[in-house]
């Protein structure tokens, strides 16, 4: 053997994965095929505080490029609410590296420029072809990202529905000033169905534009350009630079499925444990788990289900709900969508407090004392789309 446990991917969650199972003793190899952690750097740069808290790490400022507020969620009429949530724009490949040191402080062998190729179950012993030579472990922890190339080659399906998933296309702009504000721009409504286009300020110049659409496949350019020609008008801009474009997938309404097997585990964006900090709290779950089984010497699926059972515990509710939103959002017109907002517009939203289904029934009896009929905007979930 040449660990007990080998992550494939530092994704956040297979950082917090390998430094978790490290932690508590286990013999850990971290693989990435990138030649350095962060490096490329990957698109997703902000996180609300609330959200990052769930996984008990304290924010470092080291690594945040601007501090946020909240953010306004804008509906296609142009009426919005105001959520205000302390948020986080990252410098991306600083936050990867923060904990890639971390990682290689928990005893974790990192070793980057190595990529699986192929993995092959034996008897009690994973074999990992790589382009740097054979590694053999006890146990495998996939985090090679949404789309998991791995996870197919062991037959395993860790998302119960990758149709579902959001594709995307997000550019970091240059305009004088658009880069100072200190709120986040939600966008929801049919010109990025399924979910939102997002304005995101970074400080002075810089900011970052970007469309996650559910249900038109993986080019979701043609929305893009809109929402630039669109976000252009709104802030009255005659032009913008664009210093980089990105695509990629987020599996935020894809929800978990197989997600562990005999000696396999799966986290991060290839278990549909979508968002950074989601993740990287699904990481330290899977991290801990691996290491207990080392211990205790049971790599089983009946051993490694705890690992599901501590997320479902914490997750499972709020990824449900969450997807059922998504998916009503997708099937809502532009009207109901106004007509939903408007409920919300100018009230104050701390009342929404608790766990995800007391915060649902919260929301809902709201919205029958303010204005019952904007509930049947709501219909729109059983609608056939
Ligand atoms: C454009 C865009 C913007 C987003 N913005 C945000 C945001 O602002 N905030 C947020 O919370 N979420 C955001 N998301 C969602 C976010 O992407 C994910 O939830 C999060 O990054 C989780 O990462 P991941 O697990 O998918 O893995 P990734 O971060 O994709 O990591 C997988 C890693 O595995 C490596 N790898 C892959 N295959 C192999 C192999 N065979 N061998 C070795 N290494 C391998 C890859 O190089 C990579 O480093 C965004 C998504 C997109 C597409």
Not at 31 to 53: C, S, V, W, Y
Not at 220 to 243: H, N, P, Y
Not at 356 to 380: C, D, E, H, N, Q
Request: one cysteine or more; aromatic letters at 8%.
């Amino acid at each position: 053997m040449d660990a007990d446990i080998i992550v494939i991917g530092a994704s956040p969650a297979g950082l917090m994965a390998a430094r978790n199972a490290a932690l508590k003793g286990a013999n850990v190899i971290l693989i990435e095929r990138k030649e350095a952690i962060g490096n490329p750097t990957h698109p997703a740069n902000t996180f609300f505080k609330g959200m990052f808290d769930r996984t008990g790490e304290a924010v470092d400022q080291s690594y945040v490029i601007k501090n946020l507020k909240g953010a306004h969620i804008i509906a296609p009429s142009g009426g919005e609410v105001v959520v205000e949530s302390p948020a986080y724009f990252l410098n991306r490949k600083k936050f990867d590296e923060y904990y890639a040191q971390q990682v290689s402080k928990a005893g974790v062998d990192i070793r980057t420029g190595v990529e699986a190729l192929n993995v092959i179950r034996g008897e009690g012993v994973f074999s990992i072809s790589t382009n740097e030579g054979m590694l053999k472990s006890k146990l495998v922890i996939i985090s090679d990202g949404i789309n998991s190339r791995i996870a197919g080659l062991l037959g395993m399906k860790p998302i119960k529905y990758p149709r579902d998933t959001a594709w995307s296309l997000e550019a970091e702009i240059e305009a004088p000033g658009i880069g100072e504000p200190d709120m986040f721009e939600y966008y929801v409504g049919n010109h990025a169905p399924g979910w939102k286009s997002t304005y995101s300020p970074c400080g002075g110049d810089r900011a970052t534009l970007g469309v996650y659409v559910r249900g038109h496949g993986m080019d979701v350019s043609s929305f893009f350009d809109a929402w630039v020609e669109r976000f252009k008008k709104i802030k009255g801009l005659d032009d913008i630079s664009f210093i980089s474009k990105s695509v990629g997938g987020d599996p935020i309404a894809a929800i978990p499925g197989e997600i562990t097997g005999e000696g396999v585990m799966i986290t991060g964006g290839s278990a549909a444990q979508s968002g950074i900090g989601y993740g990287m709290h699904a990481g330290q779950m899977c991290g801990d788990v691996a290491a207990d089984a080392i211990t205790k010497g049971d790599v089983s699926p009946a051993f490694l289900s705890q690992y599901r059972k501590r997320w479902n515990k914490e997750y499972r509710n709020e990824y449900y709900l969450g997807r059922i939103a998504l998916e009503t959002l997708r099937k809502m017109t532009d009207k109901e969508i106004d007509s939903m907002i408007q409920v919300f517009e100018g009230e104050d939203l701390s009342f929404i407090q608790g766990d995800p289904v007391t915060k649902a029934i919260r929301t809902g009896m709201f919205m029958l004392r303010k204005k019952p009929s904007s509930l049947l905007s709501y219909r729109a979930a059983l609608r056939r789309k």
